[in-house]
Each structure stands twice: as C-alpha cells, then as structure tokens.
Antibody
Framework: EVQLVESGGGLVQPGRSLKLSCAAS????????MAWVRQAPTKGLEWVAS????????YYRDSVKGRFTISRDNAKSSLYLQMDSLRSEDTATYYCTTADNFGAFDYWGQGVMVTVSS | DVVLTQTPPTSSATIGQSVSISCRSSQSLLDSDGNTYLYWYLQRPSQSPQLLIY???KLGSGVPNRFSGSGSGTDFTLKISGVEAEDLGVYYCVQGTHDPYTFGAGTKLELK
C-alpha cells in the first residue's frame, strides 16, 4: 500500500524558515517524480514544486522561487521542502504527492499544516 | 498562467442522478507530444484529493466507471453517471500541459 506521511509543519513567524518532510513507502520511490501541492484555508489547490526522479531537475511556481527548495533522498525514500523567508500567504496545508508518467498527482499524503503568523 | 474556469461552482444532486461539470481553459491543452494533460480530482470533506481522471478520459486506479471524462482543446467535461453518497465533495480540474500546473477553483457537489 502506498503511503506518504508528511511532517514538520507548525506555526512560524514571517521571515523565518521551516522544513517539511515526506516519508514514502509501498512503492519504488526513485521511480517517481514527486511534488508538493498546497491548499490555503478554505481555498483551492495550488502546485508548489516538483522534482525529478534523481533530484537533478526541480521546478517551482514563481511565488516561491528563490525562497523554497525541493529535494529528495532516494536512499531514505524521503521528500523535503525547505521553506525560507516565509510569508503569511504561504499559510496552507502542504501535500506531498507522487507524479506519474502522465504528470498526474496520483498518490497524496494526508497533508501538514503550515501557519505563518506573528 | 493558464486559467481553468469550472462551472457550475456548486451542483446539487440526488442519489442516482447524473451530473456534469465543465472545465474551460484559457489556452489549448493539447501538447506538442499529442497528449492533453487534463486531470480531474475529487476532494471529499476533510480528506486529501484523489485522482479520478488523467489525460482527459482515462480512469485512475480503482476509480468506479460511473466517472467519465471527455473534451479536447479548451473544453472538458467530467460526468458522473448515477451519483452515490461517497461522490460528494469538491471536484477540481487541473492542467499540466503548460508550466506551471494550474487548478480550477473547484465545483462542490452537494446532496439535494
């Protein structure tokens, strides 16, 4: 059974940093692109970042470029999101997802909440 | 960025009724590789989103065949043939043809 378990969320002040982790199991992690998708409270979904199988290629939405860094450790079957210079508009539930060969986000974690507030 | 416009914003249905949700894109979603990277997701209350449809009309793993997708270019439709109670929630269309991925605003399916 595919499992994606996010951790590392919490309350953080504007301008500070936070690192999210996603532990994957039940599939061959290195065979999948991975992504982070977020959802602000009572809002819709928004793609944040993606990473290739070996981590050699990364992709970001414009609003997080230069502030967020997506990475992975295939030996540990883990995905990460380093979030620096956090803003109030980054407040959201962050989901870890797999991305299949057709670009579909086919498996999702339960999500982790990040609140940016003073 | 590509804008996806979903209609209606809310749909009320009885169990067994068929419903359709429209998704219109601000640009053609036909990729140069011949694929159209249009997906549909369902987010049930307090749950993570679930993939229903990929590449416009292909059913995701384990998705019941009462769900179907159609369309091309800029106009797409998700149809549920015989709504069941477990189908209630918010439906999102998503495009992956143009960078960045973008999501529609969602269509909430409620019980009438």
């Amino acid at each position: 059974e595919v499992q994606l378990v996010e951790s590392g969320g919490g309350l953080v002040q504007p301008g500070r940093s936070l690192k999210l982790s996603c532990a994957a199991s039940g599939f061959t992690f290195s065979d999948y692109y991975m992504a982070w998708v977020r959802q602000a409270p009572t809002k819709g979904l928004e793609w944040v970042a993606s990473i290739s199988y070996d981590g050699g290629s990364t992709y970001y939405r414009d609003s997080v470029k230069g502030r967020f860094t997506i990475s992975r450790d295939n030996a540990k079957s883990s995905l990460y999101l380093q979030m620096d210079s956090l803003r109030s508009e980054d407040t959201a539930t962050y989901y870890c997802t797999t991305a299949d060969n057709f670009g579909a986000f086919d498996y999702w974690g339960q999500g982790v909440m990040v609140t940016v507030s003073s | 960025d590509v804008v996806l416009t979903q209609t209606p914003p809310t749909s009320s249905a009885t169990i067994g009724q068929s419903v359709s949700i429209s998704c219109r894109s601000s640009q053609s979603l036909l990729d140069s590789d011949g694929n159209t990277y249009l997906y549909w997701y369902l987010q049930r209350p307090s749950q993570s989103p679930q993939l229903l449809i990929y590449l416009v009309s292909k059913l995701g793993s384990g998705v019941p065949n009462r769900f179907s997708g159609s369309g091309s270019g800029t106009d797409f439709t998700l149809k549920i043939s015989g709504v069941e109670a477990e189908d209630l929630g918010v439906y999102y269309c998503v495009q992956g043809t143009h960078d960045p991925y973008t999501f529609g605003a969602g269509t909430k399916l409620e019980l009438k």
